[in-house]
């Protein structure tokens, strides 16, 4: 059983910046691939960013390729995702979560076992 707990979302103007942390429980940690996806209202539930469990690998949204930054931390147990040059677009809660295929890189959220509670981010015009 993996428990994930994101923090750091909230408002922001465009064009700054905000970094999401979650932290698992768990010493299985750097077993799993993690994953962060987002939701805005009235929307289905979008892929962001994932990494791979060493950490060596990395893959991307179209929409976030060059301004979002995914990476994790396997002593602390805890995955990051920088978000640079925010866009009033990239408003949504943002959800982090954790597949047991831990070398594969997964953009689909049917992949995911474990899920996070998620936390808004809210970027003003």
């Known amino acids: 059983q993996v428990q994930l707990v994101e923090s750091g979302g909230g408002l922001v103007q465009a064009g700054g910046s905000l970094r999401l942390s979650c932290a698992a429980s768990g010493r299985i940690f750097s077993t799993y691939a993690m994953g962060w996806f987002r939701q805005a209202p009235g929307k289905a539930r979008e892929f962001v960013a994932t990494v791979v469990r060493s950490g060596g690998s990395t893959y991307y949204a179209d929409s976030v390729k060059g301004r979002f930054t995914i990476s994790r931390d396997n002593a602390e147990n805890t995955v990051y995702l920088q978000m640079n040059g925010l866009k009033p677009e990239d408003t949504a809660v943002y959800y982090c979560?954790?597949?047991?295929?831990?070398?594969?890189?997964?953009?689909?959220?049917?992949?995911?076992?474990?899920w996070g509670q998620g936390t808004q981010v809210t970027v003003s015009s």
């Open positions: 979560c954790a597949a047991s295929w831990g070398s594969s890189l997964l953009s689909n959220p049917n992949h995911y076992n474990y």
